[in-house]
């Protein structure tokens, strides 16, 4: 079984954003659903704007620099 940051995702109520990404930096987005769902037990793999979120949540959580700039404010 893989070790992934990104453990099981909560469903939640979306806000609309739109943004380009490389095409490369969505291909491994679809690759990485793939590997999240079966690391999860998901029958199919979430589509590559679900998994984007809670890979930037998990970033903006590990981020120390982030965190301290916070508390600053």
Do not use: C, Q
């Not at 793999?45 to 404010?73: L, Q």
């Amino acid at each position: 079984m893989s070790k992934l940051r990104l453990g099981p995702i909560a469903d939640d109520k979306p806000v609309k954003l739109s943004i380009e990404l490389p095409g490369s930096l969505h291909r491994e987005l679809l690759v990485y659903a793939e590997v999240h769902a079966k690391a999860n037990g998901l029958s199919a793999p979430m589509a590559p704007e679900k998994i984007a979120v809670p890979m930037i949540e998990r970033f903006i959580a590990t981020d120390r620099g982030f965190a301290t700039e916070r508390r600053r404010r």
